[in-house]
Every structure is written in C-alpha cells, then in structure tokens.
C-alpha cells in the first residue's frame, strides 16, 4: 500500500513537472547558452572512494525521518553548525539547507524556507532552484530504529583535520522510498576553501536517481552525472565523483 501510493504521487508529480518543464525549456537554453556564468566543472570519477560511515552527530531525530530539512550555519551550534563557509562556482555560503532527500542547498536559512521535495528532476532543476549540490538526490527514508542493514541509519555530519585544512562530510544512511531493499549509503565532501565537491558511495544501487552540482539563477549552470535516470545501478559501492571546478 505505501508503495503503491508513492508510485502514485511520483507519477501524478512527474506530469506536472514535465508540463512545467517544457515551457520553461525555451527560456532556460537561452539562459545557458548565453550567460557569462560564473565557472564551470567537470566531473572525475574514480573507484577509489572511501565511505566512512559516521555514527555521531544525527541531524535525523525523529524515528521514520521522510521529507524533511535540516538548516546549518557557520554560527549554529552542535549539528547544526558549519565548521567553515562551503564554497561553490566561485560562491561562499555560510548557511545551508540539507535535505533528507540527498541534497544541499547552499545560501538557504530557515527564514527562506529550504526544500524538501523527493520527486527529483533533471538539471538545471526547475523545483529547486539555486546553487545546491545533489550526491543521491531520490526519495529517500532513514529509519532510526532499524538495527538490521549494519549501519545506524540517519543524516550525519562530520569535520575532519583543523583549519585551515578541514573537511566537512554530511552522510545520508538509509534506504530508498519506493524500494526498501535498496541501501543508500552516499556523502558530500567539502574541503576548506575549495570549490571542488566529492561525493562518496558505499553502497551500489540508485533508482530515479539525480546525481551532480548546479549555480544560482540566473545564470543556470550545472554539470550532471545522472539525470533522474531510472538506473538501479547508477553508483557503486567504492565510488567517487569529484567535481572539480576548472574556471
């Protein structure tokens, strides 16, 4: 029943999408081909990823979390604070919204209200708009009070090594929606004062997957590795893509 339903809003939502799209697609090819932008990735994939899997700092606190957002700022506290300001296409955000649905939306507080939508499009994102970076960006669940995939479920954050030279790591530990077998196991990482974003995989699978970086708008600029693909494989446990910005 609960994944009928899913299956049910996912397709009423992907149609007003598609409608919403297409009179958009005009205005925003027009928008890529012809804007200065400020920069440009490329993407790098290896199989020489580590996934840490954290186990402390959960933004996560509620049993079942579903569809939900979680604001940092480098004067938050606890969880909730952000070790150094995250940089992106030559951006510097001090404040971000991390979503329980594998992406972070850079420069959003709680007074602008981040978003929580699961039903993932292609980039440049028409539902979220704004640069952001999507590591597995799906319908994803965290169930806190599950103790049988092997590894605590939830949303984390990490900071490694000391400043000038540290890196932050949100992890999202769960499974997907629509399909409960399916581990997600996927992570952002952040180096100080790099433009450049890793994401990490410890687990193999995917769904309607979205996977890779975009700017502000205008311009729209974005640089994708999966586009809402309906790949059941489309990352792998050990993988990593950098997206390493060259101008």
């Known amino acids: 029943m609960v994944q009928f339903a899913a299956q049910s809003r996912r397709t009423t939502r992907r149609a007003l999408i598609s409608s919403f799209i297409a009179a958009l697609v005009v205005v925003l090819t027009a928008t890529n081909s012809s804007a200065a932008g400020p ?6 994939p290896s199989r020489d990823g580590h996934f840490l899997t954290l186990t402390q700092n959960n933004l996560a ?7 939900e957002v979680f604001y940092l700022s480098t004067s938050g506290s606890g969880a909730n604070r952000l ?3 995250l940089r992106l296409y030559n951006g510097v955000f001090r ?3 991390v979503s329980s649905n594998g992406n972070i939306q850079l420069g959003v507080t709680e007074t602008d209200g981040g978003s929580d939508e699961w039903d993932s499009d292609c980039l440049y994102s028409a539902t979220i708009i704004g640069p952001a970076v999507f590591p597995l960006w799906d319908d994803l669940r965290f169930d806190l009070t599950d103790t049988t995939r092997g590894y605590p479920e939830g949303i984390f954050v990490k900071t490694l090594g000391s400043a000038p030279h540290r890196t932050f790591i949100v992890s999202w530990q769960g499974f997907l929606f629509d399909a409960p077998t399916v581990d997600v196991k996927a992570q952002a990482v952040f180096r100080e004062g790099s433009l450049n974003v890793t994401f990490v995989y410890g687990a193999d699978g995917g769904n309607l997957e979205t996977i890779g970086v975009q700017s502000s708008s205008p311009p729209t ?7 809402d693909s309906g790949s ?3 990352v792998r446990r050990g993988g990593q893509l950098t997206f390493v910005h060259v101008n």
């Open 39 to 44: 920069g440009n990735y490329r993407i790098v």
């Open 61 to 67: 606190t509620t049993p079942d979390t579903d569809d």
């Open 83 to 85: 070790p150094f300001a």
């Open 95 to 97: 404040n971000v919204a």
């Open 221 to 227: 600029r974005f640089k994708q590795w999966s586009c």
């Open 232 to 234: 059941n494989m489309a």
